[in-house]
């Protein structure tokens, strides 16, 4: 052991010797190549020493399986998001002809957020997914006005090419 000036074992095992504390100092990684060392070393010690409980812990390790639970929690609620806003777009809408474009209008900035994020080789990470629902609440927005101000003019008299100009005007 290499232990600092001062610090003798006593830090670093247990009063009853049942356990111990191993640092591990790595370079900053990707979080991909993290969780795949992390995978890899519980491996390892479930093969070769298979009464060892091994936890592995540290800001690196908390912060990426942080950021996993975030990202699957968020891609399992953005499909009920996207649902439930789709159905008040159709509602709002009052026809599948103009309510199925704003519905798929409003998953178009989710989708193409994670895919450029893909195509650049990057992981979601927490300001993605944050990205992606404040363009999603914006579109939501956007649509919902737009959808209200349409339905306005024909009952205005306006034709549906009219309705369509008047409603995108500021």
Not at 17 to 46: I, M, N, P, Y
Request: aromatic content about 6%.
């Amino acid at each position: 052991f290499s232990l600092k000036a001062g610090r003798d074992l006593s830090h670093r095992v247990s009063a009853d010797e049942g356990a111990t504390v191993v640092d591990v100092r790595l370079e900053s990684q990707k979080s991909t190549w993290l969780l795949a060392w992390g995978d890899e070393l519980k491996r390892w010690a479930r093969a070769e020493l298979p009464e060892l409980d091994l936890t592995i812990t540290g800001k690196s390790w908390l912060v990426t399986t942080t950021v996993i639970e975030i990202a699957i929690g968020f891609v399992k609620n953005v499909g009920s998001a996207i649902l439930i806003i789709s159905l008040l777009v159709l509602l709002t809408a009052w026809s599948l002809r103009i309510g199925i474009p704003g519905a798929l209008a409003n998953v178009l900035p989710v989708l193409g957020t994670l895919g450029f994020l893909s195509l650049m080789g990057d992981a979601m990470d927490v300001s993605a997914i944050v990205s992606a629902c404040v363009a999603m609440g914006i579109v939501v927005a956007h649509t919902l006005h737009f959808m209200a101000r349409y339905r306005r003019q024909p009952q205005a008299g306006a034709t549906p090419q009219a309705a369509l100009q008047l409603a995108i005007q500021p």
